[in-house]
């Protein structure tokens, strides 16, 4: 495991097994959720939540969203290194030979924002593995992109990809590099190598190239019992039982520590059931729900001038927070009616994970004034946001964006 600093534990990341592709499964939502979901669809976005029964709980006046201060003391990012080194433990525990082992070619299919591929990366640096990154044209013929593999030497030595969605683009000219690895992939199972795959990456290969010969790894979907435990984690603290979070409707429990809720009449939410529902199983997704859902009264969170984020990160002593029923969350939306355009650049950022808008253009011939209007279009409705010069669907709208290209019968990932 990670080190371990002033006494406290680094955050555990939510990764148990490694499974097989086919076994993966989407949580279930509570019965009710299901029912809005239904509503919704039908509806064309409707938003006017079911009212709870009677309830004499008092709702609070005075609370508030968290300041970005805040949210790194309440729902700080996951530890890199402690979520890198889990996943490599998985790695081990799934080829049976111990942190030693470097034997055979392991495969992992993830859906967006599951930080596999900064955890491949930092797995590398760790272990002294070669990182093979992808040349700067993807542009290639066969022969050339044949070429381009050679020199790669994949058969010397142990390599990682950390993800493979990055070797591609939807263009005639953009599939040679691809079609090139897998043809060869089939002959190196034994070569010691990771190698990580967008889901949506993954979906479209295995309709180009079907009949391939690999056997996937995925991570086990998050459900609610793991959410309970990971999102009690995330705040540093001594005390595993310190992060106590409360429904601002109706008191029930989200997250309540060393409260004995049974034995005091109090009542558990199934908040976290449905994030997780709401989430596929996706922890990125997940965590960026938690967020978006976190409340807390002025008095409850120290601020930035009485106290450092190095020192609240160690404060002992439980902490209160509050969270919203999602039902009330405001989410970003596909706008109704989104031209093909629009809706083809979501699926074209979720085939490549992220991309330029050169390579957009390539990828999906549209002229230059057309793709920016429809960039500017998906950022205003925070569909996407722009990093180091590369567009992605953000993790806040990676549900409805999903379910609108789905509705818009686009090929979707298994996730």
Not at 77 to 94: H, K, S, T, V, Y
Not at 362 to 369: G, I, N, P, Q
Not at 406 to 414: L, N, S, T
């Amino acid at each position: 495991m990670a080190d371990k600093s002033n006494g406290e534990e680094l955050t555990p990341a939510p990764v148990e097994e490694l499974v097989s592709l086919s076994s993966w499964q989407v949580p279930a939502a509570s019965v009710r959720r299901t029912l809005r979901e239904a509503l919704t669809t039908f509806a064309g976005h409707f938003r006017e939540p079911f009212q709870d029964g009677a309830s004499t709980f008092e709702v609070e006046s005075d609370i508030e969203s968290l300041s970005p201060y805040q949210l790194r003391r309440f729902a700080p990012d996951p530890d890199r290194q402690c979520r890198a080194e889990a996943l490599a433990e998985a790695l081990d525990r799934r080829r049976g030979e111990g942190r030693k082992a470097a034997e055979g070619m392991s495969f992992i299919v993830t859906p967006p924002h599951s930080g596999v591929a900064e955890s491949l990366t930092l797995i590398a640096e760790q272990r002294q593995w070669r990182v093979i990154s992808p040349p700067d044209n993807l542009l290639l013929s066969e022969a050339e992109a044949e070429a381009w593999w050679d020199e790669q030497a994949l058969s010397d030595g142990c390599w990682v990809i950390p993800e493979l969605a990055r070797f591609w683009l939807r263009h005639r000219s953009g599939l040679a590099l691809l079609t090139a690895l897998f043809g060869r992939l089939a002959a190196m199972a034994q070569v010691p190598a990771l190698i990580g795959c967008s889901s949506w990456c993954w979906s479209f290969w295995v309709r180009y190239l079907p009949g391939q010969s690999l056997y996937p790894l995925t991570l086990p979907a998050t459900t609610s019992e793991k959410l309970e435990v990971w999102l009690a984690s995330l705040p540093g603290r001594r005390q595993a039982s310190s992060l106590r979070v409360r429904q601002t409707n109706n008191g029930h429990w989200v997250l309540a520590g060393d409260v004995d809720t049974e034995a005091n009449g109090f009542k558990r939410s199934g908040l976290l059931r449905d994030l997780a529902a709401m989430a596929r199983g996706n922890p990125g997704v997940a965590l960026a729900l938690w967020r978006k859902s976190l409340r807390a009264r002025p008095d409850e969170c120290l601020s930035e001038d009485e106290q450092s984020d190095e020192l609240a990160a160690v404060q002992p002593g439980e902490r209160k927070c509050w969270v919203i029923p999602l039902d009330q969350l405001t989410l970003p939306l596909v706008p109704a009616g989104a031209s093909r355009e629009v809706t083809g650049v979501l699926h074209t950022l979720l085939l490549h994970g992220d991309l330029d808008e050169p390579g957009l253009k390539l990828a999906l011939s549209l002229r230059e004034t057309n793709l920016r209007l429809a960039l500017q279009h998906l950022a205003r409705h925070e569909l996407i946001e722009c990093s180091y010069e590369r567009w992605q669907v953000t993790a806040l709208a990676y549900p409805s964006v999903r379910r609108a290209l789905q509705g818009a019968g686009y090929p979707v990932d298994g996730f």
